[in-house]
């Protein structure tokens, strides 16, 4: 029988959950769902000074936003240094490592020569054939792993291919610190074993670290985990992602840049993994498609309009009382006012017109602000402009015509807007350009037949009575 597929994330909580890391994680949660595995965590905090409480809240929110929890309560590493420490120990008692007692300045030496003589700065293993009994009395010191030191190490990764590295190039590195703290190297082997993780799926900046992560499993004689190290993400000018690209936390494309989590998800999923053309993949068919396989080997670009695209579509599909609720608080906040009671529901009636061209919830609000917007309207420039007596002279003939209007339906205001424009000899733009101006403050809206409806009949005539009444512009 086949084991089971374990995958984890392990990210440091040292800052937000940025996009890259929120990648690795949907690729170990795609890989362990398809193959009806275990999805894992772990929060790798053993460095105390750069880990915060903060950043931790920060990668659970993001990822229960993204839908990628674990399939257990997350491990915490900085918790485990005793089972880190009994494992180092344990490797020395079978001869797998060997306590070392250079003193830092011996090390600095050392370092010093091999950079003079343009060698390449590495442990020369002074300690590893001493015999224990030459040990300084009381004097502090670390446990090293006794790597081979012939041959080579191969590690046939699930999408970089067979990867060879000369053992003569990797030295007897530190296992336990002389404070008796374990390195991180070996704290992610011993975790890995323990979580019983089959795949380590993580970014390619981690490759080199395989080969000495490999080191202490077979010193261990524990099972080999297959490793995919996937090629990390570039911005769109090919250069190493920055903020600049928009490698944010996900917090900021949920906030800031009002996304949806399965335009993310999705965006992520096509970054850097492909199943022939498609684009709009669902979670659900990404579970069905997903595997290593479909990885490749250069690195993926961020493409930030890509994503806006992505975004858009998933807005046409989403749930408009889903949207209404989202949108609420973020026209609240552009307009500095708490919304009525019933503004969700509004929100949800215009939410088919609201988002038929937006691609971001806040181009939505943008959309919907005209809706709650306090009389009289502030207008933009170009809304001003529009509204000179002609259109003051036309807009009272639409006034007059609406407000002989029974009953209030899209159906009935398109008659009687196009009559008007008829009656004028006019093309109906030319009456539905100064009637959005009046009637939004702008020259951008949804259709006029929606607003006007979605406003209802009385504040409609009350705007068009203060554009009337009021001078503009
Ligand atoms: N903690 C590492 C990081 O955030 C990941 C280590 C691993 O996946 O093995 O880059």
């Known amino acids: 029988m086949n084991k089971q597929v374990v995958t984890r994330f392990a990210p440091s909580p040292t800052g937000f959950l940025h996009i890259g890391g929120a990648r690795t994680a949907l690729f170990n949660w795609l890989f362990a769902r398809h193959h009806g595995g275990k999805f894992l965590l772990r929060i790798e905090d053993t460095d105390r000074v750069r880990s915060t409480e903060e ?3 920060a990668i659970f929110d993001g990822l229960e936003w993204l839908g990628l929890g674990g399939d257990e ?3 915490f590493q900085f918790e485990r240094s ?8 344990q490797m020395l008692a079978s001869g797998h490592a060997y306590r070392c007692y250079a003193t830092p300045e011996e090390l600095a030496e050392l370092r010093e020569q091999q950079r003079a003589a343009r060698q390449p700065m590495r442990y020369d293993g002074r300690w590893r054939d001493r015999d224990p009994s030459e040990a300084p009395e009381g004097a502090p010191f670390v446990i090293r792993l006794k790597a081979p030191r012939e041959g080579e190490s191969v590690i046939e990764d699930a999408v970089q291919g067979r990867v060879v590295v000369q053992n003569a190039e990797l030295d007897d590195m530190i296992l336990l610190r002389s404070d008796g703290t374990p390195t991180y190297m070996l704290a992610v082997v011993v975790d890995d074993h323990d979580m019983g993780v089959t795949h380590v799926i993580r970014g390619d900046d981690h490759l080199n670290n395989a080969f000495r992560q490999l080191g202490i499993i077979n010193a261990m004689g524990w099972e080999e985990p297959v ?9 769109s000018d090919g250069a190493k992602l920055s903020k600049r690209h928009g490698a944010l936390g996900v917090d900021a494309y949920r906030d800031e840049m009002g996304m949806l989590p399965e335009a993310v998800l999705n965006y992520l999923l096509r970054l850097g993994w492909g199943h022939g053309d498609e684009e709009i993949i669902s979670i659900a068919r990404a579970i069905e498609l997903f595997d290593i396989s479909g990885v490749g080997r250069s690195p993926s670009r961020f493409d930030i309009k890509k994503l806006e695209n992505l975004n858009g579509h998933y807005l046409r599909e989403a749930d408009d009382a889903r949207l209404a609720a989202l949108v609420a608080p973020r026209v609240a906040a552009r307009l500095g006012k708490s919304l009525p009671a019933d503004a969700e529901t509004l929100l949800t009636q215009a939410m088919a017109s609201l988002k038929l061209r937006a691609k ?8 919907a602000e005209f809706l709650f917007k306090n009389c009289p309207l502030d207008f933009d420039e170009k809304a001003s402009a529009l509204l000179d007596d002609s259109a003051r002279a036309l807009l009272a003939s639409t006034a007059d015509a609406l407000s002989a209007v029974p009953f209030w339906t899209v159906e009935a ?10 009656d004028a000899g006019l093309g109906l733009g030319k009456v539905a350009q100064p009637l959005r101006a009046a009637l939004t403050g702008r020259t951008v809206s949804p259709g006029i037949f929606d607003v006007l409806f979605l406003l209802g009949k009385e504040e409609s005539l009350g705007r068009l009575t203060d554009v009337r009444h009021a001078s503009v512009g």
């Open 55 to 57: 950043a931790v809240a």
């Open 73 to 75: 309560p997350a491990v």
């Open 82 to 89: 005793a089972r880190h420490a009994e494992v180092a120990n």
């Open 227 to 235: 490793y995919a190290h996937i090629p990390l993400i570039h911005g």
């Open 360 to 367: 971001t919830l806040n181009e939505i609000a943008e959309g």
């Open 413 to 422: 205001m398109e008659d009687v807007i196009r009559r008007v424009a008829e």
